[in-house]
């Protein structure tokens, strides 16, 4: 097993800047020692051919210099942390210690052999002062002092010239005072040219570090960021590496997102990095690629492994984060690509997971499913369906079903639900659980539900004026309608249209939606409430909502799911009758104390009916009493029902 495939390597960390300036200083002072030399030997060279010189200091001034030099270039070699001091100690020393022997030569010996052999040596050692000075980190002191140096050789020239030894001094003295602190001053301003330069490369180095840092890493998490991870599994499959990506996604954090705000949905986010961090293997690579997506990178791809570590990121992101005073739940839908087993590059492999993640998503989230072709097979599908579904209104493949809510008991209709239905000519009936919730992915769902509306209140128009004007019209919304700012607007609009009152209207959400948990939506349910229209709550049982919060619902209307009323009677399991039976039986005394409205969904058998009628419940839907049948059929079935002739009263 390869751990270490995926290592972060797109590209070798930067050399530090202090390791390269020491670089850059090291060969530096191994020049100017190597000068230091040369201008010994000079100096040692003018003590032979000019009488008087006194050979012996020379040779100690030199020889003291040179151990200098070779001290500092080993100790910046080394990298000694005291090196900055050292320079400093040893220009600051030169410096005293050479001016000295210069103003000695100017204004106690006088002679003008001995000043031109102190320049001639002095414009060797001198001019190494400010280029140690430019090529290493120095003190301030240092740097003033070696600045300064060339305005006190002139100084010292001019005070020479007033003094009765420089009065009479050959002009080769003066030429030579001149040239040195020319030399010096000009030596001095390159020297604090290169230090600004060096200064801009430092500040450029590290502004190209800063960048580099951002351009790779999540502020957020400080995970590694998309771009990242795109470069580094093209590197992978490159190298032929086999590796596995593991593609997670959030459930449930855009509701902590909307109703906490941004501020509590960024900190969930650092603490599934935090978990995720401590969880990846060894060698794996961890990258946030969106708002709430995530993706693992490992470098093994053995089933078994893979499972093991998607199963541990399910479980442990399963577990609540305490974010301030809240207990805050979300899950993970794990979908898991490898390569080269699955794709053969690295887009490929994203895709895949993205696909298999999607897979959990359709099927109850919170879980992990590793790709396989029959996925493709059905992606390719919902693709196809997705295309025909954008023109499905306009080649009038949608239409609409109704279906009677009665009264228990009798069967007395008092309300018709609107069904949306697509018949295919290629695929023939796609039900609503299926292209529904393409519609919501793709964006649809907006032009379908004004659709929906529209054709219903219009059939609605209708049977009033047919003499059913005592039935109300439900219509199921989605709440990305909801969260449209002008939704209700638009539902005033249609109802104006049809001629039918608001109070005829009745609107079904599924349990699912938090009706006061974000603002648009809060918004458009007060809206709604205000104009007249009802509410309705469909499939309760199955989501998040719970008996103790009907109350802070603006609900007129609650809808038991067909999966409680099948187990009522269909069910094997006594324990499960009974809870189901409980379960019931609260939800009518609640609905009686809130003053709802309770239908029971997917009657199908009088047995049912019956249990119902015995628990307290007054009004339901189903088979019972009639399929959904579109509006050419829909008088007579009201008809019927208004006679009892599909139901009688001694069946229940």
Not at 625 to 645: G, I, W
Request: overall charge negative.
């Amino acid at each position: 097993m390869n751990q270490t495939a995926l290592q972060p390597a797109i590209s070798d960390p930067p050399v530090p800047a202090a390791q390269a300036e020491g670089r850059r200083g090291s060969a530096a002072v191994w020049v100017i020692l190597a000068a230091g030399t040369f201008g010994h030997l000079v100096s040692l060279a003018q003590g032979r051919v000019i009488p008087g010189y006194f050979q012996t200091v020379d040779w100690l001034l030199g020889g003291v210099l040179l151990l200098w030099m070779l001290g500092l270039g080993v100790a910046n070699f080394l990298g000694w942390a005291g090196r900055r001091q050292l320079v400093s100690l040893i220009l600051l020393s030169n410096i005293a210690f050479l001016l000295s022997r210069l103003g000695i030569s100017l204004f106690v010996v006088g002679s003008s052999e001995r000043i031109l052999t102190e320049l001639a040596t002095l414009l060797i050692w001198l001019l190494t002062m400010p280029m140690i000075e430019a090529s290493m980190r120095t003190s301030p002191l240092t740097q003033r002092v070696s600045a300064a140096l060339p305005y006190v050789l002139m100084a010292m020239s001019l005070v020479f010239a007033f003094t009765p030894g420089g009065a009479g001094a050959r002009p080769e003295v003066w030429f030579g005072l001149f040239q040195l602190s020319l030399v010096c001053l000009s030596v001095m301003l390159g020297a604090r040219f290169i230090n600004s330069l060096r200064a801009a490369l430092r500040s450029s180095r590290a502004d190209n570090q800063a960048l580099s840092r951002m351009a790779f890493l999540d502020p957020l998490t400080d995970l590694k960021n998309r771009s990242y991870l795109d470069e580094h599994l093209r590197e992978q499959v490159l190298g032929g590496q086999p590796f596995t990506v593991l593609f997670l996604d959030l459930d449930g954090f855009k509701a902590i997102n909307d109703t906490l705000g941004h501020a509590t949905g960024d900190e969930v986010l650092r603490l599934v990095a935090a978990r995720l961090r401590q969880l990846a293997p060894a060698g794996s690579c961890l990258a946030r690629v969106s708002g709430d997506e995530f993706v693992l990178g490992l470098g093994f791809t053995d089933p078994l492994e893979v499972s093991g570590v998607a199963q541990q990121v399910v479980d442990d992101l399963g577990a609540p984060f305490a974010v301030g005073h809240h207990l805050l739940r979300v899950s993970a839908s794990v979908g898991i690509s490898r390569f080269p087993l699955d794709a053969q590059s690295a887009h490929d492999v994203m895709l895949r997971a993205d696909r298999a993640m999607y897979a959990v998503k359709r099927s109850g989230k919170n879980g992990f499913r590793l790709y396989s072709e029959h996925l493709l097979d059905q992606d390719e599908r919902r693709q196809l369906l997705e295309r025909e579904l954008r023109h499905a209104q306009a080649r009038g493949e949608l239409f609409l079903e109704f279906q009677p809510i009665c009264t228990l008991p009798g069967g007395r209709p008092v309300c018709l639900e609107a069904l949306s239905r697509w018949q295919h000519a290629e695929f023939g009936l796609v039900g609503p659980e299926v292209f529904i919730p393409i519609a919501e992915e793709c964006g649809l769902i907006t032009s379908l539900g004004e659709w929906a509306l529209q054709e219903a209140l219009g059939v609605a128009a209708r049977w009033r004026a047919a003499g059913f004007r005592e039935l109300r019209l439900a219509v199921n919304v989605s709440p990305l309608q909801l969260m449209q700012p002008h939704f209700v607007e638009m539902v005033a609009a249609e109802l104006e249209r049809a001629g039918v009152p608001a109070s005829a209207l009745e609107l079904e959400v599924t349990e699912g939606i938090d009706l006061r948990g974000r603002l648009q939506i809060s918004q458009s349910v007060e809206g709604l409430r205000a104009l007249g229209v009802g509410l309705s709550l469909d499939d309760f049982g199955t989501g998040f909502a719970s008996l103790s919060r009907l109350n802070d619902l603006p609900l007129q209307v609650v809808k038991i799911d067909r999966v409680f009323v099948a187990d009522l009677t269909g069910t094997e399991d006594p324990a499960r009758s009974r809870y189901v039976r409980t379960l019931i039986a609260a939800m009518v005394a609640v609905a009686a104390t809130l003053r709802l409205k309770l239908v029971a969904e997917g009657v199908e058998t009088p047995e049912q009916g019956r249990e119902l009628l015995a628990l307290g419940c007054t009004q339901a839907q189903g088979f019972l009493f009639a399929p959904s049948v579109p509006e050419e059929e829909l008088l007579a079935v009201l008809s019927a029902l208004n006679q009892n002739s599909l139901i009688r009263n001694s069946e229940l």
